[in-house]
C-alpha cells in the first residue's frame, strides 16, 4: 500500500512538470528558466502555490496576483499522472519494467495535451521518445527485434493511411466523399506511432492502432452529432494514439492472445 501512495504523489508530482512541458515544449522555451509563473500576468508563482491538485482547489482556478482563470488542463494532467502511475505499479510492479511504462506514459500524457492545444506533435519529444523504447526494448525486454518491428508496423500503418488520405484529397471525388484538406492526419502522428511500436512492441501496436482507429471515429462521429465539431474542423489524432498506447501497454498481449486463441478455436 505504501508503494501505491509513492506512485500517486510521484506521478501528481511529475504531472506539474509536464505542465511545464505541454506549454513551453512547443513554444521553443526553456523549462528550467524563467520559474513557474501565471501565463497571463507573467507574475511568479510561490511555492506554497505550486502544489499540485491541492493549490487549484484552494486558488479556485484563478492566480492569486491578477485573478484571471487557471486552466483546468493542469489539473486534469497532475490528477491523470497520478492514477496512471499508481496504475502501472498496480500492473507491473516494483520491476525495471515499471520504469519503462512510467517513462512511456510520461511521454504519451505530454503529447496528447499537447496536440489537444496546438494540434502539433513535435519531433523534439517523438523522436528521442523513439529511441528510448528501442533501447528500453534491448536492454529490459531483451527483445530489440521486437520493439523495432514494432516501431516499423506502427509507422508504416500511419504512412500508409497518410498516403491514402492524401490520394483521396487529390481525387475528384473528394467532394461527393464530403471530406476537407484541413481533416486527418498530420506528419507528426507517424513518429508517435513509431514511439508507441517501439515502447510496446507488435501486439500492444496492434492493439494501439486499432483502438485508437476506433476511438477517433466514434468520438469524431459522436462530436459532430452533438454539434461540437463541424465538417472541416480538425481533430487532434494524437490523443486517440496515446489512449491506443495506454491499452496497448496495459492489455496489449493479453488481448492479442484471447483474440488469436478465439480465432483458432474456431
Not at 128 to 143: I, T
Not at 150 to 175: E, K, M, Y
Amino acid at each position: 500500500m505504501v508503494y501505491y501512495w509513492l506512485l500517486g504523489l510521484l506521478g501528481l508530482v511529475f504531472g506539474s512538470f509536464f505542465n511545464v512541458c505541454i506549454h513551453r515544449i512547443p513554444r521553443g522555451q526553456s523549462l528550467l528558466f524563467p520559474g513557474s509563473h501565471c501565463p497571463r500576468c507573467g507574475k511568479p508563482i510561490r511555492f506554497y502555490d505550486n502544489i499540485p491538485v491541492l493549490s487549484w482547489f484552494i486558488l479556485r482556478g484563478r492566480c492569486r496576483d491578477c485573478g484571471r482563470p487557471i486552466s483546468v488542463r493542469y489539473l486534469v494532467v497532475e490528477l491523470l499522472s497520478g492514477l496512471l502511475f499508481v496504475a502501472a505499479y498496480w500492473r507491473f510492479g516494483m520491476t525495471w519494467y515499471l520504469l519503462k511504462a512510467l517513462v512511456f506514459i510520461s511521454l504519451l500524457i505530454v503529447l496528447a495535451f499537447i496536440d489537444l492545444d496546438l494540434q502539433i506533435l513535435p519531433f523534439q519529444i517523438t523522436f528521442p521518445g523513439l529511441g528510448l523504447g528501442l533501447v528500453a526494448s534491448f536492454f529490459l525486454d531483451r527483445n530489440f527485434f521486437e520493439g523495432l518491428v514494432g516501431a516499423v508496423s506502427g509507422a508504416t500503418f500511419i504512412g500508409l493511411a497518410w498516403a491514402l488520405w492524401r490520394f483521396v484529397l487529390a481525387s475528384p471525388f473528394r467532394r461527393h466523399l464530403g471530406v476537407n484538406q484541413k481533416e486527418g492526419m498530420g506528419v507528426g502522428d507517424l513518429p508517435m506511432a513509431a514511439m508507441i511500436g517501439a515502447f510496446v512492441g507488435v501486439r500492444g501496436i496492434a492493439v494501439a492502432l486499432f483502438a485508437s482507429v476506433v476511438l477517433g471515429v466514434v468520438i469524431g462521429l459522436g462530436a459532430r452529432a452533438l454539434g461540437r465539431s463541424s465538417r472541416g474542423q480538425p481533430i487532434p489524432y494524437g490523443p486517440f494514439l496515446a489512449i491506443g498506447g495506454l491499452i496497448g501497454l496495459f492489455f496489449g498481449h493479453e488481448l492479442v492472445g484471447w483474440y488469436l486463441r478465439t480465432m483458432f478455436r474456431y
